[in-house]
């Protein structure tokens, strides 16, 4: 089975602090996803990752920055967290196209 | 307008009842289509997919594409009450992260 892992279930951050948001995978996939699920508007993505050191926008990257140096490991950096970035953050990857395998996500909250 | 619609429910039957769910979306060039079901504090994980128009079945569960109404299904048959969770609705047109869109999710509770 695919097994993807997010570093933390719940964080608790400050206004202005920089985060870090740790996902692996363990089935050598290429294609890796970083979402944040908000009640009422789903899923949206916040970057994505087709290869190591590459990076593209999703449809909501302001505020967010991304880092791949090894295939396994995808992370998402909120340079200076703000209290609009508290939600649910979901880490998925893909070999394919239409299935992804999403990890448990990480309920952050800014004070 | 959002480029997939899909009603939040909640959505709540008794079980083996037959559940509907549904998405509309409004870009033609989406190609897959996909029902993700997501349990409480889980990531989705996906349960069934289609490519284009027509029907697809999986045990109790029907996938139904209607390219030409842009509006898709998922049926469940004999509803159980481990079928409680939210489902969503996805598609894309292309082969890259940033063409994959999600419905907003419908949440449904089946009761014993």
């Known amino acids: 089975d695919v097994k993807v892992t997010q570093s933390s279930r719940y964080l608790v951050k400050r206004t202005g602090e920089k985060v870090f948001l740790e996902c692996v995978q363990d089935m050598d996939h290429e294609n890796m996803f970083w979402y944040r699920q908000d009640p009422g508007l789903g899923l949206r993505l916040i970057y994505f990752?087709?290869?190591?050191?590459?990076?593209e926008k999703g449809d909501i990257p302001e505020g967010y920055s991304v880092s791949r140096e090894k295939k396994e490991r995808f992370s998402l950096i909120l340079e200076s967290a703000s209290t609009n970035q508290t939600s649910m953050y979901l880490c998925?990857?893909?070999?394919?196209?239409?299935?992804?395998?999403f990890g448990p996500g990480t309920r952050l909250t800014v004070l | 307008q959002k480029e997939v619609e899909q009603d939040p429910g909640p959505l709540s039957v008794p079980e083996g009842a037959i559940v509907s769910l549904n998405c509309t979306y409004s870009?033609?060039?989406?190609?897959?289509f996909m029902w993700y079901r997501q349990y409480s504090r889980k990531g989705p994980e996906l349960l069934m997919y289609?490519?284009?128009?027509g029907n697809k079945e999986d045990g109790r569960f029907t996938a139904q594409v209607d390219k030409s109404s842009k509006y898709i299904s998922l049926f469940i048959r004999d509803s159980q009450p481990s079928d409680s969770a939210t489902y969503l609705c996805?598609?894309?047109?292309?082969?890259?992260?940033?063409?994959?869109?999600f419905g907003t999710g419908t949440s449904l509770t089946v009761i014993p």
């Open positions: 998925a990857s893909s070999l394919g196209a239409y299935e992804q395998f």
């Open positions: 289609t490519y284009s128009s």
């Open positions: 996805a598609m894309i047109w292309g082969n890259t992260g940033n063409q994959f869109y």
């Open positions: 870009n033609s060039a989406f190609q897959y």
């Open positions: 990752s087709y290869d190591v050191k590459m990076k």
